[in-house]
């Protein structure tokens, strides 16, 4: 998934970071959440559907898994609180696990698709 598919709502408040640089530290933050059956990170996998950060640094995030019976929901989730946690700025982190739309292989980014053999 390009970083121009995620989406971040302003007005962001984090006084010392710009909105650009505070999503940027946050998609760097979410490719270190991997999941464990594939081994690639959520962001290639096209697992995040959206950031928003809002006034005061809360951030909001959608994310998906590969399958709606998929068990790593809860630990997808408390990683995604954990990579987060440390970044300067952020306030609380709200991770929304949603199925709407549907995955598919197609959300992933090219690099993730070369590395599972998808052309």
């Known amino acids: 998934m390009d970083e121009q598919d ?3 709502q302003s007005p962001v ?3 010392d970071a710009p909105v ?3 999503r940027e530290r946050i998609l760097q933050a979410l ?3 991997y ?5 690639i990170n959520i962001v290639d996998l096209g697992l995040v559907y959206s950031v928003d950060v809002h006034e005061g640094g809360d951030v909001d995030i959608s994310y998906s898994l590969t399958t709606m019976g998929c068990p790593i929901g ?3 989730e408390d990683q995604i609180r954990a990579f987060l946690a440390p970044i300067e700025g952020i306030g609380e982190v ?3 696990l949603v199925f709407r739309p549907p995955w598919s292989p197609e959300l992933m980014s090219d690099e993730a698709k070369a590395s599972l053999g998808i052309f």
């Open 6 to 8: 995620v989406k971040t």
């Open 13 to 15: 408040a984090a006084e």
């Open 20 to 22: 650009g640089d505070l």
């Open 31 to 33: 490719t270190q959440v």
């Open 35 to 39: 999941d464990p059956e594939l081994g």
């Open 74 to 76: 809860p630990l997808i």
């Open 94 to 96: 709200r991770p929304e």
